[in-house]
């Protein structure tokens, strides 16, 4: 059986194939890596993977811009909607698969909060 954040990422990943071919060149799919601390993220087009977090999703101008998920190296994730290389509306799980926050917007929610 799949877990959750394993579904999350194949639906997020069919959407980025058809959405791509959708949106047309606006947007690119491709792997990004980021340094810094959030919400300073620099994005390169290469990186440590085991030692930086990477994005793969929709890029524009460099930055994510789209859909997208990041990954960190310690498991952590973020699965959603970006804004010129911010977090804008989606999900951010645990390295065990928790979900921990919900973005919206570019805010911060608690899970479990309304």
């Known amino acids: 059986m799949v877990n959750s954040p394993s579904k999350h990422l194949l639906l997020l990943c069919s959407m980025l194939i ?9 947007y690119k799919v491709e ?5 810094g601390k959030y919400p300073f993220w620099e994005w390169n087009e290469f990186g440590d993977q085991k030692n930086q977090p990477k994005y793969q999703g929709q890029v524009k101008d460099g930055k994510p811009n789209g859909l997208g998920v990041l990954i960190s190296t310690n498991g952590w994730k ?3 909607s970006w ?3 911010q977090i804008w509306s989606g ?3 645990d390295n065990f698969g928790n979900i921990i926050f919900s973005w919206v917007e570019g805010k911060k929610k608690y899970h479990n909060l309304k």
């Open 78 to 80: 973020y699965f959603g």
């Open 18 to 26: 058809v959405s791509s071919s959708v949106i047309g060149n606006k």
């Open 91 to 93: 999900t951010e799980y």
């Open 83 to 85: 804004q010129n290389g």
């Open 31 to 35: 792997t990004l890596y980021v340094s």
